[in-house]
């Protein structure tokens, strides 16, 4: 029994309770104080690791551009050697070299201009008078500076105005030394625009400032990603030479354009004393900590107000608490001891089935008794009070009734009785007989045992993403349709549906969008079928659509199969939005019907499986109905894959070269193409087998194997010099070039080979482009940067943006044979080519006419001035040794006269 608190003890809990209040606020006080000040402490590291990040970014972008203008001067040595020989003693052979200049200002976008001047500072040749254009040429005291070092290294100068352009630009020279001995200046003139693009790379809308200058403080480039470039000729602050010790993690100071208190981060560059900074305002450090600050404060102070309000509270509660307990403790505190403690809901009735005793857990379960439940009361009453609830709509007889049969429950009480409530939860009623006559009632909630077995046959029988029927239920549901038609003489059919190229849509945007997109196909299946009809996921991208109750003609069933389906297809044909993005898809339908002869659900679902793969095989978005003849060629196609498996470890693949030539027959570089050559098939042609390892991994292993063999080939030619002028191109698959870690594999090759970047050429089509064109870009630009060439093969077939074939590193465009074996017969093509060849001239392109087969074809394409021609009117594909042997009966002439097709 509870005995109330005499008055001096409960003042002493009053005061314990506002001393616990003062207690709360001051480590409330202290916490945030602490939290502001160690949050204020992370924004300063926090953003001094980010401005270090950024200025080892900016270090490796810029190192890299260098380097690359070092190599690329460097390599005009090797580019100019012969036409600047061929010139020595009088006059240089100026439109060559101007060519080959202009070819290597194209090998880098950061680079207008490219010049190449004698000892005395004289421009001898020039990238830009190949195209007419006026370049000013570099400050006579930077060419002195250039010439007079004893070790040819990268010089670079000041940034100045450029008089024609208007534009800012910094020069970078390098000597080189012809073999005769005379030394010559290669100099680059390279915007400033085209480094600060190189400095913001990676850095989004922080407004930082970025630096190139050198140890002393002269500022080459300054750039504020809120103001655009710098005019400062110095950096604020002191010399980064006396900060050396500091640069690694960065320093508090000024920062170096603006000169305000700040923090900064700098890097060494490899050339020189060259450095690159990048800084950031303290100001603009700790904006969101000041926002924090008010924000945290201001939820303290409110927080100290409630801890107040509820010492407040709680200290009025207790006394009233107090008061109450005192006048009911002697006379419930046992009873509701005892009552409280029961989990189940509980009442005990008298012979009479009048109520003596009940717990607050019954209560909880049918609050709406609280004014009506009372000892004495009868429990008929009880059940006149409950039915209005229990059943809201019913009508007068029928709540009569219910309360009748829960009566006459009672008079014999057997088993249990579950009960569902308006909150929604279950209990389970079982009722005994006491021996005084009586009836003790048990309401026990039973809500989570009936959640746990709803939730056991949903994970059993329903996909947990999309909640559609599992393949266990619908080979149920599959069975049970099949006994149906066997008394209905119905008809039922399977579709079978896979999505197409689901696989590049995880492997781009991620496995999150991937669900959205079978949620949203789940959705549209179950909105195109009728209600009878049974729609169930199997899982990955495959979904199963049973339709039911088909008329019993075949004939009928099957249109009526074929218009279910076209509409399916029309139906996930439609764009889908997965987040902010518009995604296209289409899907292949296998169909196959089933009346009361048909298998067995598995065998059902296997032949919708094959027809299936039959309309995937016509490359997505049909359908196909079922035909034995397709196991046959599903076996077949099982027995080629187990052969293609085969092929690379038992060395069955070959490459077959189709020759290149210009305009004048001369024999330019070839295409690999792969051969299978199989010991009991023979040669195996590749439109049969390409597809089959599409379809697998092995496309992946036979791709490496293709480049492998090219670049050991290319090795081979090198030690030739009838071989060695000559380029070859490889075809290169879409799930080969997706690979995150193409350009290192495509690296190995050329470094564990020894062949050289220059000589190889990947062709890639117009849809792998487009499939991710960021991703596409970013990969060919690392591979250029290494020297390797790119073509885009079958182009004009696709349907991309012109647009984009200027920010692709390209070096050919190849035309569809589908264009050109129509030529002089179609305006059509006649138009297409010429366009095409009109434009790649424009873009500094050069293009390869494939498919060229008659004289005609030939003769259009040379008289509109096509570059590249390859078909069976020159040569077909051939082996190894007999493409060498035509390479070397072209003779030293011939390969002179392409040694800078490059």
């Given at each position: 029994?509870?005995?109330p608190l005499p008055?001096?003890?409960?003042n002493?809990v009053?005061?314990?309770i506002?001393g616990l209040v003062?207690?709360?606020?001051?480590?409330v006080?202290?916490g945030?104080?602490s939290?502001l000040?160690?949050?204020?402490q992370?924004?300063?590291?926090?953003q001094?690791?980010?401005?270090?990040r950024?200025a080892?970014?900016?270090e490796v972008?810029v190192?890299?551009t260098?380097?690359?203008?070092d190599?690329?001067?460097a390599?005009?040595?090797?580019l100019?050697?012969?036409p600047?020989?061929a010139?020595?003693g009088?006059a240089?052979s100026?439109?060559?070299?101007?060519?080959?200049l202009?070819?290597?200002?194209r090998?880098?976008?950061?680079?207008?201009?490219?010049?190449?001047?004698?000892?005395?500072?004289?421009p001898?040749?020039?990238?830009?008078?190949?195209?007419?254009?006026?370049?000013?040429?570099?400050?006579?005291?930077?060419?002195?500076?250039?010439?007079?070092?004893?070790?040819?290294t990268?010089l670079?100068g000041?940034?100045?105005?450029?008089?024609?352009?208007?534009e800012?630009?910094i020069?970078?020279a390098?000597?080189?030394?012809l073999p005769?001995?005379?030394?010559?200046?290669?100099?680059?003139?390279?915007?400033?625009?085209?480094l600060?693009?190189v400095?913001l790379?990676?850095?989004?809308?922080?407004p930082?400032?970025?630096?190139?200058?050198?140890?002393?403080?002269?500022?080459?480039?300054?750039?504020?990603t809120?103001?655009?470039?710098?005019d400062?000729a110095?950096?604020?602050?002191?010399?980064?030479s006396?900060?050396w010790?500091?640069?690694?993690?960065?320093w508090?100071?000024q920062?170096?354009?603006r000169g305000?208190?700040?923090?900064v981060?700098?890097?060494?560059?490899?050339y020189?004393?060259?450095w690159v900074?990048?800084?950031?305002?303290?100001?603009?450090?700790?904006?969101d900590w000041q926002?924090?600050?008010?924000?945290?404060?201001g939820?303290?102070?409110?927080?100290?107000l409630t801890?107040?309000?509820?010492?407040?509270?709680?200290?009025?509660h207790?006394?009233r608490?107090?008061?109450?307990r005192?006048e009911?403790?002697q006379s419930?505190?046992?009873?509701?001891q005892a009552l409280a403690?029961?989990?189940?809901g509980f009442?005990?009735?008298?012979?009479?089935?009048?109520?003596?005793?009940w717990?607050?857990?019954?209560?909880e379960?049918?609050?709406?008794?609280?004014?009506v439940?009372q000892?004495g009361?009868?429990?008929?009453?009880?059940?006149?009070?409950?039915?209005?609830?229990?059943?809201?709509?019913?009508?007068?007889?029928?709540?009569?009734?219910?309360?009748?049969?829960r009566?006459?429950r009672?008079?014999?009480?057997?088993?249990?009785?579950?009960?569902?409530?308006?909150?929604?939860?279950?209990v389970?009623i079982t009722?005994r007989?006491?021996?005084?006559?009586?009836?003790?009632?048990?309401?026990?909630?039973?809500?989570e045992?009936?959640?746990?077995?709803?939730e056991?046959?949903?994970?059993a029988?329903y996909?947990?993403?999309?909640g559609?029927?599992?393949?266990?239920?619908?080979?149920?549901?599959?069975?049970?349709?099949?006994a149906a038609?066997?008394?209905?003489?119905?008809?039922g059919?399977?579709?079978f549906?896979d999505l197409d190229?689901?696989?590049?849509?995880?492997?781009?945007?991620?496995?999150e969008?991937g669900?959205?997109l079978l949620q949203?196909?789940g959705?549209?299946?179950?909105?195109?079928v009728?209600?009878?009809?049974?729609?169930?996921?199997?899982g990955?991208?495959?979904?199963v659509v049973?339709?039911?109750?088909l008329?019993?003609?075949l004939?009928l069933?099957t249109?009526?199969?074929?218009t279910v389906?076209?509409?399916?297809?029309?139906?996930l044909?439609?764009?889908?939005?997965l987040g902010?993005?518009?995604?296209?898809?289409?899907a292949?339908?296998?169909?196959?019907?089933f009346s009361?002869?048909s298998?067995?659900a598995?065998?059902?679902l296997?032949?919708?499986d094959?027809?299936m793969?039959?309309a995937?095989?016509?490359?997505?978005n049909?359908?196909?109905f079922y035909?034995p003849?397709?196991?046959?060629?599903?076996?077949?196609?099982?027995?080629?894959?187990?052969d293609l498996?085969?092929a690379?470890p038992?060395?069955?693949?070959?490459l077959h070269?189709?020759?290149?030539f210009d305009?004048?027959?001369?024999?330019?570089?070839?295409?690999a193409?792969?051969?299978?050559?199989?010991?009991?098939?023979?040669?195996v042609p590749?439109?049969l087998f390409i597809?089959v390892?599409?379809d697998?991994?092995l496309?992946l292993a036979i791709g490496?194997?293709?480049?492998?063999s090219?670049c050991?080939?290319?090795?081979r030619?090198?030690?030739?010099?009838?071989?060695a002028?000559?380029?070859?191109?490889v075809?290169v698959s879409?799930?080969?070039?997706r690979?995150?870690?193409?350009?290192?594999l495509?690296?190995?090759?050329?470094e564990?080979s020894g062949a050289?970047a220059q000589?190889?050429?990947l062709e890639?089509?117009?849809?792998?482009?487009?499939?991710?064109?960021?991703d596409?870009i970013?990969?060919?630009?690392?591979l250029r940067a290494r020297?390797v060439?790119f073509?885009?093969?079958?182009f004009?077939?696709?349907?991309?943006?012109?647009?984009?074939?200027?920010r692709?590193?390209l070096?050919?465009?190849?035309?569809?044979?589908?264009?050109?074996q129509?030529?002089?017969?179609?305006?059509s093509?006649d138009?297409?080519?010429?366009t095409?060849?009109?434009?790649?001239?424009?873009?500094?392109?050069?293009?390869?006419?494939?498919?060229?087969?008659?004289p005609?074809q030939?003769?259009?394409l040379q008289?509109h001035?096509?570059?590249?021609y390859?078909?069976?009117?020159?040569?077909?594909?051939?082996?190894?040794e007999?493409f060498e042997?035509l390479a070397r009966g072209?003779?030293?002439?011939?390969a002179?006269?392409?040694s800078?097709?490059?």
């Amino acid at each position: 029994m509870t005995q109330p608190l005499p008055l001096f003890a409960r003042n002493q809990v009053i005061v314990a309770i506002w001393g616990l209040v003062c207690v709360l606020v001051l480590s409330v006080a202290t916490g945030v104080s602490s939290l502001l000040w160690n949050q204020r402490q992370a924004e300063l590291a926090e953003q001094a690791q980010q401005l270090a990040r950024i200025a080892a970014g900016a270090e490796v972008g810029v190192n890299r551009t260098l380097l690359a203008l070092d190599v690329l001067l460097a390599t005009t040595e090797e580019l100019l050697g012969q036409p600047l020989a061929a010139g020595a003693g009088s006059a240089i052979s100026e439109p060559m070299a101007d060519r080959l200049l202009a070819a290597v200002a194209r090998q880098s976008l950061n680079v207008r201009h490219v010049a190449l001047l004698d000892a005395s500072g004289r421009p001898l040749a020039s990238s830009s008078a190949a195209t007419g254009r006026l370049v000013d040429d570099p400050p006579p005291d930077f060419v002195a500076r250039a010439l007079a070092q004893r070790v040819p290294t990268l010089l670079i100068g000041e940034p100045l105005l450029a008089p024609r352009s208007a534009e800012r630009v910094i020069y970078l020279a390098r000597p080189v030394l012809l073999p005769g001995g005379q030394r010559l200046l290669a100099v680059a003139q390279v915007p400033l625009e085209a480094l600060a693009a190189v400095l913001l790379q990676g850095i989004g809308a922080t407004p930082i400032e970025l630096t190139l200058e050198r140890a002393s403080g002269e500022l080459l480039l300054g750039l504020a990603t809120a103001q655009g470039l710098s005019d400062a000729a110095r950096a604020s602050g002191p010399p980064l030479s006396d900060l050396w010790e500091q640069a690694a993690n960065g320093w508090h100071g000024q920062t170096r354009l603006r000169g305000v208190p700040g923090q900064v981060a700098g890097r060494a560059l490899m050339y020189g004393d060259l450095w690159v900074t990048a800084s950031l305002a303290q100001s603009e450090v700790l904006r969101d900590w000041q926002q924090q600050v008010w924000l945290v404060g201001g939820a303290a102070l409110l927080l100290a107000l409630t801890l107040v309000i509820s010492g407040g509270l709680a200290a009025s509660h207790i006394a009233r608490m107090q008061r109450a307990r005192a006048e009911v403790a002697q006379s419930k505190a046992l009873l509701d001891q005892a009552l409280a403690s029961m989990v189940s809901g509980f009442v005990l009735l008298d012979a009479q089935h009048r109520v003596v005793q009940w717990n607050p857990r019954f209560e909880e379960f049918f609050p709406w008794l609280a004014s009506v439940i009372q000892p004495g009361v009868s429990f008929r009453q009880v059940l006149e009070a409950t039915v209005h609830y229990h059943l809201p709509g019913a009508s007068a007889e029928e709540k009569r009734e219910w309360v009748r049969l829960r009566m006459r429950r009672q008079v014999q009480p057997q088993g249990t009785l579950e009960q569902r409530l308006p909150s929604g939860r279950s209990v389970q009623i079982t009722e005994r007989m006491t021996p005084d006559g009586g009836l003790v009632i048990v309401y026990h909630d039973v809500t989570e045992l009936r959640q746990a077995a709803a939730e056991i046959e949903l994970l059993a029988f329903y996909d947990p993403l999309t909640g559609l029927p599992n393949r266990r239920l619908l080979l149920r549901r599959i069975d049970e349709a099949c006994a149906a038609t066997e008394r209905s003489g119905e008809h039922g059919a399977l579709l079978f549906i896979d999505l197409d190229r689901f696989k590049t849509l995880n492997d781009t945007l991620g496995h999150e969008m991937g669900d959205l997109l079978l949620q949203q196909v789940g959705h549209r299946l179950q909105a195109g079928v009728r209600s009878g009809d049974v729609v169930a996921r199997l899982g990955g991208d495959e979904f199963v659509v049973a339709l039911l109750h088909l008329p019993p003609d075949l004939a009928l069933a099957t249109e009526q199969a074929r218009t279910v389906a076209g509409q399916i297809l029309g139906l996930l044909a439609r764009p889908y939005t997965l987040g902010e993005q518009i995604h296209h898809s289409s899907a292949s339908v296998g169909v196959t019907l089933f009346s009361q002869n048909s298998q067995a659900a598995l065998e059902i679902l296997k032949q919708a499986d094959i027809a299936m793969y039959e309309a995937k095989a016509q490359h997505g978005n049909v359908l196909r109905f079922y035909d034995p003849a397709m196991q046959t060629v599903l076996h077949q196609r099982a027995s080629l894959l187990a052969d293609l498996k085969q092929a690379l470890p038992l060395q069955q693949f070959r490459l077959h070269l189709q020759p290149q030539f210009d305009a004048h027959g001369r024999l330019l570089g070839a295409e690999a193409l792969l051969r299978w050559q199989h010991p009991e098939r023979g040669l195996v042609p590749p439109g049969l087998f390409i597809p089959v390892a599409e379809d697998s991994d092995l496309i992946l292993a036979i791709g490496q194997w293709v480049l492998v063999s090219a670049c050991e080939l290319l090795v081979r030619w090198q030690a030739d010099a009838r071989l060695a002028r000559l380029h070859l191109s490889v075809n290169v698959s879409a799930r080969q070039f997706r690979q995150a870690d193409f350009p290192a594999l495509v690296g190995q090759c050329l470094e564990a080979s020894g062949a050289r970047a220059q000589r190889l050429e990947l062709e890639l089509t117009e849809t792998l482009v487009l499939e991710d064109v960021n991703d596409t870009i970013a990969k060919m630009h690392q591979l250029r940067a290494r020297g390797v060439r790119f073509a885009l093969d079958d182009f004009g077939t696709g349907y991309s943006s012109l647009a984009y074939l200027t920010r692709l590193p390209l070096h050919r465009l190849k035309i569809d044979r589908s264009f050109v074996q129509q030529l002089g017969e179609s305006p059509s093509d006649d138009v297409v080519v010429q366009t095409i060849l009109g434009m790649a001239r424009n873009l500094d392109l050069e293009v390869v006419a494939e498919g060229v087969e008659t004289p005609r074809q030939h003769a259009f394409l040379q008289a509109h001035r096509c570059a590249i021609y390859q078909g069976y009117l020159f040569a077909r594909p051939m082996p190894i040794e007999e493409f060498e042997t035509l390479a070397r009966g072209q003779g030293e002439a011939d390969a002179a006269s392409v040694s800078f097709s490059i």
